[in-house]
């Protein structure tokens, strides 16, 4: 997809009832000193309280364990809260608790709310525990989890909380597939935390990897495993570069800034990557301070997206309007079933397979939404496979 496009006023009637959860990364700054973000913002249209037009007051997004910068779903989510708001006048910003527990986020939530935030955006599954308390402690505050599963909270979502996840099952598919169909046949799996949207993810790629070799009559290995994290360090890079050294083409990573221990194995052995979440292709494009190239080549060939950004506008963009009512105490699952929300990047510089091509993935997923292909979002077990296909799960 060349990009995720709003689809707000159809998927505000298709929300579906699904158990998904988030990936996730990095750090920043503390929810004590929340850095304000919109110094370039327009001046707010309604810093005096809600308008006649609008009950939106202001909108804040608090981070998980992640940064707004993480080059992941934290990022994504701040994008569309910021594309949003810079768009509509709307005062924004951001708080970083100051450490991975509930009451810290509790901590952060609840400084947004008496700093007169009364929209407030969550992305990630670590919200769980602390959403179930922030709903019915501020009932007047809107509340928008992203990736945030009905598993993760426990409980109802109350009135003022929407819960929304993704199909990550259907992007994980089409990157196996795609990336078997172009002709890689030593694969790679690395997970951050084996948490159900990077399962999800992971299951997915296996399916579609499979699904491919299957059709073309050729073998392929994958090599799996979690990192039991969502940032890299010189053990996961480690672990990762005695994959290449032995034969992996290709790596899909998917947590947070767990990525960059792939990357940096693989530029050291002719490698490729996978990214998740959003299309990371422009991380391989990185410069150093002086101007030079950070990484020999871009060892990007493409990325597993779901719509991150998007649906934070859209879902902002329909509260703004007063359909609040579409979303509240709702539990919403996007696939490609409810719009282009979840696949891969197909704009022209992120396209980086060699032989599959554009026609070859459309047609994939139009068998995906019409039912002719069923992904499973099964996460008990390792999708069986056949006997084209092995599975090294590795710890």
């Known amino acids: 997809m060349k990009k995720l496009h709003k689809a707000a006023a159809l998927l505000l009637a ?34 005096g309280g809600p308008t006649a037009s609008s009950p939106i007051t202001k909108v804040a997004l608090v981070t998980d364990v992640g940064t707004i910068d993480d080059e992941s779903f934290n990022q994504a989510c701040w994008q569309g809260v910021e594309t949003w708001c810079k768009a ?36 990630g599954y670590l919200f769980g525990p602390s959403l179930a308390t922030a709903q019915d402690q501020f009932p007047d505050t809107y509340f928008i989890a992203v990736d945030v599963s009905e598993g993760d909270l426990n409980t109802a979502a109350g009135p003022n909380t929407v819960c929304i996840t993704f199909a990550e099952e259907q992007a994980g598919y089409l990157a196996g597939y795609a990336t078997v169909k172009d002709g890689y046949t030593n694969l790679g799996y690395l997970g951050g935390m084996a948490v159900p949207a990077v399962q999800r993810f992971g299951y997915g790629y296996v399916q579609g990897a499979d699904a491919a070799a299957q059709e073309m009559g ?19 890079t480690s672990k990762m570069e005695a994959w290449y050294s032995n034969g992996t083409e290709i790596v899909f990573a998917c947590g947070g800034g767990i990525y960059t221990s792939a990357v940096d194995a693989a530029v050291l052995h002719d490698g490729k990557v996978i990214g998740v979440d959003v299309d990371q292709h422009y991380v391989g494009e990185a410069k150093n301070e002086d101007g030079s190239n950070k990484y020999p080549y871009n060892p990007f060939v493409t990325s597993a997206m ?87 799960e590795i710890p």
């Open 14 to 47: 298709l929300g579906m009832v699904g158990p998904l959860a988030a990936c996730g990364g990095g750090s920043t700054q503390p929810s004590s000193a929340p850095t304000p973000a919109n110094s370039d913002a327009p001046a707010p249209s309604n810093a």
């Open 88 to 123: 509509n006048g709307v005062e924004y910003n951001y708080y970083q608790p100051t450490e991975d527990s509930d009451d810290a986020r509790l901590v952060s939530i609840n400084q947004a709310v008496n700093e007169g935030y009364n929209t407030i955006v969550m992305p």
């Open 218 to 236: 050729t073998n392929i290995t994958i090599n799996y495993t979690y990192g039991g994290q969502f940032f890299g360090d010189p053990s996961i």
């Open 306 to 392: 779901k719509g991150l950004q998007n649906v934070t506008e859209s879902v902002l963009d329909d509260l703004s309007k007063g359909n609040w009512s579409n979303y509240g105490g709702k539990f919403m699952t996007f696939s490609l079933n409810e719009g282009d929300y979840v696949g891969l990047p197909t704009d022209a510089g992120s396209w980086g397979f060699k032989t599959f091509t554009l026609d070859e993935y459309n047609a994939v997923v139009d068998q995906i939404k019409s039912g002719a292909i069923e992904v499973s979002n099964d996460i008990t077990k390792m999708p069986a496979v056949s006997a084209n296909t092995t599975v090294n």
